[in-house]
């Protein structure tokens, strides 16, 4: 037989590139974000919003933006105002912020199981209104000047699959990288820390090379923020967040696509000594099909054939 047919030659390096995956990745996401001032306290005067100042100076200066762009104010105080020092009080603010992210990432995976890769994300950050963790009665709430920009991501990547169910696939993953806030922040001031990143990927299989996938996580991030003029008292702030991303992950085919026009083959064949995949199927169906895979209902079920008595 090995006289009839010709060796099949295989190509190492597209099948070393199809185990490389390209993804992008959109979807919207909330921001958790606390603070304490246990260096400062807090100026409340009726009809402002909050002010906080240092502890050893309260009728000096104060300072409204410490979310992200501090900035020294000088609002007097009158008989009417609320001051509560940190050093009496537990005091501090917390608040919400809301992110549309959008993701791309290239990763390579390994043994069936394990993959390894890069990402970078761009999102949209809008920081909502604050309210006090204490002395709600006497302390207001505030929005952040400038509370809408931007913010990057770089991440490295990694993840193992722990269960399959027909065509789902399920993969708990990892991202660990850098992050850095836009022109909203005064990032001059800001000293941040490396930010991890916890979820679950749920992929369904459009075809070998075509996925489908959801993917539930949370943001673990801080920074603190120093306050210029304090006598070096900063104020630390945690940045968490949960997201909910929807995206799709495409990886070069092993075999190329058949290059003869009328070829009418539906599964993997050869031409010679080369191997090629059909020409019938878009990529997001099954490249290599079983009987009736790609088409599983019947004409006769399809559409208005329902109600035909002959729809062929």
């Known amino acids: ?14 099948k070393f590139l199809t185990r ?4 992008f990745s959109t979807g919207y996401g909330n921001t958790y974000m606390k603070h304490q001032l246990d260096s400062f306290g807090i100026f409340q005067r009726p009809g402002f919003a909050p002010r906080v100042f240092q502890k050893n100076n309260p009728l000096d200066t104060t300072y409204t933006n410490w ?12 008989p009417e105002s609320f001051l509560v020092n940190g050093d009496n ?18 990763h390579y995976e390994f043994l069936k199981r394990y993959r390894i890769g890069v990402g970078y994300s761009y999102e949209h950050l809008t920081l909502g209104e604050f309210s006090p963790i204490s002395f709600k009665d006497s302390i207001g709430t505030f929005r952040p000047g400038q509370h809408r920009g931007w913010m990057r991501k770089f991440y490295g990547y990694a993840g ?16 660990v990288g850098s992050y850095k806030p836009k022109r909203n922040f005064d990032n001059t001031s800001i000293k941040r ?19 489908l996938y959801v993917r539930p996580s949370f943001d673990f991030k801080k920074y603190t923020l120093n306050v210029e003029g304090s006598n070096g008292n900063s104020i630390k702030h945690k940045m968490n967040a949960g997201y909910l991303q929807v995206g799709l992950s495409y990886s070069i085919p092993e075999l190329p696509r058949c290059y003869l026009k009328d070829c009418k083959i ?20 099954k490249q290599n099909p079983g009987y009736g895979e790609n088409h599983p209902t019947l004409i006769k079920y399809k559409g208005r054939n329902k109600r035909k008595l002959n729809p062929y």
């Open 1 to 14: 037989m090995e006289t009839i047919y010709a060796e099949r030659k295989p190509n190492t390096i597209r």
């Open 20 to 23: 490389l995956r390209f993804s």
């Open 67 to 78: 979310i992200n762009r501090v900035t020294a104010d000088t609002l007097a105080v009158t």
């Open 89 to 106: 009080a537990k005091i501090g603010f917390k608040g919400r912020g809301k992110n549309i992210p959008f993701n791309i990432r290239m």
């Open 160 to 175: 193992g699959s722990f269960y399959r169910i027909d065509k789902f696939l399920f993969t708990g993953d990892l991202e």
């Open 193 to 211: 820390s490396i930010y991890f990143n916890l979820g679950v990927t749920t992929e369904y299989e459009l075809s070998e090379y075509l996925k």
């Open 266 to 285: 539906q599964i993997n064949h050869a031409h010679g000594n080369k191997e090629y995949r059909s020409r019938r199927h878009p990529i997001y169906k």
